[in-house]
């Protein structure tokens, strides 16, 4: 019966300093939970859009179109609280996907996030939003 206490006191201990070596991990990747958001374009793809805070004011921000016709441009427009933070083209890649990830400001108070991506061949339109 002794040797089982102590071993339930070594589990125990083993817990707690995994769990002690585990937090500056974490916080050093960026303090806060991801939000995120998604939903379908006007055609076959969908999206998904990403905000996470980083520390140092920064959010991580990602989007993703999946589903899109490999070989295929779409012109992409990312706002802030109206603000742009991200104008440019990305092409589908094999996978069927396209991403744009990029680390932005984090604004005063809500940081509402919107994202545009326009097939140049189709016309097909994905139209996300996600507030943090």
Do not use: Y
């Amino acid at each position: 019966m002794r040797a089982n206490k102590f071993v339930r006191m070594g589990i125990v201990g083993l817990m707690a300093g995994s769990l002690f070596a585990a937090a500056p991990a974490a916080m050093a990747q960026g303090g806060g939970a991801r939000v995120s958001n998604q939903g379908s374009c006007s055609g076959a793809a969908d999206w998904k859009l990403s905000l996470k805070p980083e520390d140092g004011g920064k959010i991580q921000m990602e989007f993703e179109v999946e589903h899109a016709k490999p070989g295929q441009t779409w012109a992409v427009r990312i706002t802030d609280n109206g603000t742009q933070v991200f104008k440019g083209s990305r092409t589908a890649n094999s996978l069927h996907k396209f991403k744009v990830k990029k680390l932005i400001n984090d604004r005063a108070g809500s940081d509402a996030v919107k994202a545009t991506a326009t097939n140049n061949t189709t016309g097909q339109v994905c139209n996300g939003s996600v507030t943090l």
